[in-house]
């Protein structure tokens, strides 16, 4: 009923810049939050970032003023940018989200399919 798909994985050089996007479809009626997690071999997946309101989200301290959440009300899409990246962000980046379906009205949460981020040169 509900779906995310994500875009925009792929290979960076250390010092570069990606851009991922999540995009929410189905039977939406609201969308409360929406954020994106990482996760790489023999390690447990863990918060990146989290978009809750305009004005409210949280991060990783490891991203902390490199990564930058923001989201797309109209469009049911959140976006990650990623800027001065290091090679110990490599991992695969997961979105999720918590959503409200259309009626009858009930809590979802959602995993997207992950997309794999590398940084190297």
């Known amino acids: 009923q509900v779906q995310l798909v994500e875009s925009g994985g792929g290979l960076v050089q250390p010092g570069g810049s990606l851009r991922l996007s999540c995009a929410a479809s189905?039977?939406?009626?609201?969308?409360?939050?929406m954020g994106w997690y990482r996760q790489v071999p023999g390690k447990q997946r863990d918060l990146v970032a989290l978009?809750?309101?305009?004005?409210?989200?949280n991060y990783a301290d490891s991203v902390k003023g490199r990564f930058t959440i923001s989201r797309d009300n109209v469009k049911n899409t959140v976006y990650l940018q990623m800027n001065s990246l290091k090679p110990e962000d490599t991992a695969v980046y997961y979105c999720?989200?918590?959503?409200?379906?259309?009626?009858?009205?009930?809590?979802?949460?959602?995993w997207g399919q992950g997309t794999l981020v590398t940084v190297s040169s």
């Open positions: 999720n989200a918590v959503i409200v379906t259309t009626y009858p009205h009930r809590y979802r949460e959602v």
């Open positions: 189905g039977s939406i009626y609201r969308i409360n939050t």
């Open positions: 978009v809750i309101s305009a004005d409210t989200t």
